[in-house]
């Protein structure tokens, strides 16, 4: 499976955009691309507010950049754990990549 999507400029690159077998087969590829314009645009989802800090700064700084969302929106997630979508942004901007927590 293949996501295609155009996301508009966001705050920093995403490189390459790759996918987890896992990411793939619990999302929809609406959802991913929903998750990916987020994450471009600095809505970092259900992170913790140490971890939202840390990805502004790492903006500025050129450091990976985490952001966590629920797989199903309807249910509670905690950022990381069952129902948890990550997408990571490679501190060389040469890579972002969904993934499952138990895929990390």
Not at 70 to 92: R, V
Request: charged share 20%; hydrophobic share 40%; glycine share 8%.
């Amino acid at each position: 499976m293949q996501i295609i999507t155009v996301i508009a400029e966001g705050k920093f690159a995403l490189g390459q955009i790759v996918s987890t077998p896992g990411a793939l087969a619990a999302c929809t590829p609406a959802y991913l691309a929903e998750c990916l314009d987020r994450h471009a645009h600095g809505d970092w989802g259900c992170v913790s507010k140490d971890d939202a800090a840390s990805n502004d700064e790492a903006i500025a700084e050129g450091f990976r950049i985490l952001s966590a969302y629920p797989i199903d929106p309807g249910q509670p997630s905690k950022g990381f754990g069952e129902n948890t979508l990550w997408i990571i942004t490679e501190a060389d901007r040469s890579t972002t990549t969904f993934l499952l927590p138990d895929e990390y």
